[in-house]
T-cell receptor, first 114, second 115 residues
Framework: AQSVTQPDIHITVSEGASLELRCNYSYGATPYLFWYVQSPGQGLQLLLKYFSGDTLVQGIKGFEAEFKRSQSSFNLRKPSVHWSDAAEYFCAVGARGNTGKLIFGQGTTLQVKP | EADIYQTPRYLVIGTGKKITLECSQTMGHDKMYWYQQDPGMELHLIHYSYGVNSTEKGDLSSESTVSRIRTEHFPLTLESARPSHTSQYLC??????????????FGPGTRLTVL
């Protein structure tokens, strides 16, 4: 069955440090991959997406992600974290059947230390 | 301004009450979704709709029901709320396009507590 795994439930980084959030997926064909961010008490906002082409994709707020088919990974990165980046981050994959439905990982909570 | 709205944002009710969670979008999207999210957990799809008069159950079984009489409106109803229904409910919408998966736009959510 399709699934998305985010191995790190909680990550703490210092402001200004680099960040990498891990995402692994299981999917037979070329996946459609997404990263969303959820601030406390808010809905989800799309950071970036990968459909095809260049495996390094740029998103909003200085985030980027790299698709690695050999590792079934789609890790999110940011070179320098800001305090406002503290939030919950969700990786998602498009479900089989081209239905438009997404399957979400369990999320990673990012805490930023001053 | 094109957006997606959910009301109420917070709701505390007693067991056995009937409730309707409202979701409206002004983006003209055909597809709409309801997710259930427990604190610190992933989102689970409970209902979706491809257009007017089209509704399907999602991957997570839910006692709630939905309707889609107008493109912009996708309300979720619980006939008799129970404490097990306590959760956050997120509504989303997406455009029907050439790509099979388009960005889903999310509302701010309704946090439901059933006592």
């Amino acid at each position: 069955a399709q699934s998305v795994t985010q191995p790190d439930i909680h990550i703490t980084v210092s402001e200004g440090a680099s960040l990498e959030l891990r995402c692994n997926y299981s999917y037979g064909a070329t996946p459609y991959l997404f990263w969303y961010v959820q601030s406390p008490g808010q809905g989800l906002q799309l950071l970036l997406k990968y459909f095809s082409g260049d495996t390094l994709v740029q998103g909003i707020k200085g985030f980027e992600a790299e698709f690695k088919r050999s590792q079934s990974s789609f890790n999110l990165r940011k070179p320098s974290v800001h305090w406002s980046d503290a939030a919950e981050y969700f990786c998602a994959v498009g479900a089989r059947g081209n239905t438009g439905k997404l399957i979400f990982g369990q999320g990673t909570t990012l805490q930023v230390k001053p | 301004e094109a957006d997606i709205y959910q009301t109420p944002r917070y709701l505390v009710i007693g067991t056995g009450k009937k409730i309707t969670l409202e979701c409206s979008q002004t983006m003209g999207h055909d597809k709409m979704y309801w997710y259930q999210q427990d604190p610190g957990m992933e989102l689970h799809l409970i209902h979706y709709s491809y257009g007017v008069n089209s509704t399907e159950k999602g991957d997570l079984s839910s006692e709630s029901t939905v309707s889609r009489i107008r493109t912009e409106h996708f309300p979720l109803t619980l006939e008799s709320a129970r404490p097990s229904h306590t959760s956050q409910y997120l509504c989303a919408s997406s455009l029907e396009g050439l790509a099979p998966y388009n960005e889903q736009f999310f509302g701010p959510g309704t946090r439901l507590t059933v006592l």
